[in-house]
């Protein structure tokens, strides 16, 4: 299309756009376009097929690493107590931080005593540290969300009776007597430290319930610090004399 003066006129935003069809390769692009996974490996971005970058969950990458671990457990209310209390103390010898990706619980009422008032299902969710573990009902086991991977955690989980709370890091009220809380590696674990998960049914008219709860996290080593290379004289003495200059 030509102009009144006879210049050309560039029309070509008028045109719609169309993605290329060629995308970024670790072998003849920018490493820029790479990353190190987290088996060590480099890797090409990952792609959707219109070439928008596509990204995992962290809790999926960690269960394909084999470092997603679970726990699961149940009591029957009211002869089970009126809570699930579960503690995960990272060792303070561990090389290992625990990262929390979600509690999900659920309660069944079967029956109860008298008419349902309609709130016997609420249940209660706090996460908070504690300061020690004591009057422990019974250990668990952690299981790898990779089946088959040899590797297990590295960290003590048990369920306890009684305990003393520290700083809370969550609370929450769920009246439909549903959680899937998802943390999503905000709850953080080093070592030295303990956490604890507690659900709890405040109801007292319950004669037959089940309360159910499984928990998710994943584990990574400790990042060693760098260390500062001390100077030598040399390297201390061109400095000042840049210094000067």
């Not at 072998?27 to 890797?43: H, P």
């Not at 671990?69 to 579960?86: C, E, K, N, R």
């Not at 990272?90 to 990706?101: I, K, S």
Request: aromatic letters at 6%; charged letters at 25%.
């Amino acid at each position: 299309m030509r102009s009144k003066g006879g210049k050309i006129l560039d029309r070509s935003y008028d045109r719609p756009f169309k993605p290329d069809t060629r995308y970024l390769d670790c072998k003849t692009d920018s490493v820029l376009s790479c990353g190190q996974g987290i088996d060590g490996l480099a890797r090409p971005v990952q792609v959707d097929t219109e070439g928008a970058v596509s990204v995992l969950p962290n809790a999926a990458v960690y269960a394909q690493a084999g470092r997603l671990f679970s726990v699961t457990d149940s009591i029957v209310l009211p002869t089970g107590g009126p809570f699930i209390a579960l503690t995960f103390e990272n060792p303070a010898t561990n090389g290992q931080v625990m990262y929390l990706e979600q509690v999900a619980a659920g309660i069944f009422v079967n029956e109860v005593t008298g008419e349902r008032v309609g709130n016997e299902q609420t249940i209660d969710l706090l996460v908070a540290q504690i300061p020690q573990v004591r009057d422990v009902d019974e250990t668990l086991t952690p299981v790898n969300n990779l089946s088959g991977s040899p590797r297990t955690s590295t960290l003590l989980v048990r369920t306890v009776d009684d305990f003393d709370l520290g700083p809370v890091h969550f609370s929450n009220i769920y009246p439909s007597g549903e959680i899937e809380q998802n943390f999503r590696g905000r709850i953080i674990l080093p070592p030295g430290h303990i956490l604890l998960v507690l659900i709890v049914n405040r109801a007292s008219n319950i004669t037959n319930a089940l309360l159910a709860v499984t928990i998710t996290w994943w584990e990574l080593p400790l990042t060693p610090k760098k260390r500062k290379r001390k100077r030598t004289r040399e390297e201390a003495g061109e400095e000042a004399k840049k210094e000067q200059e």
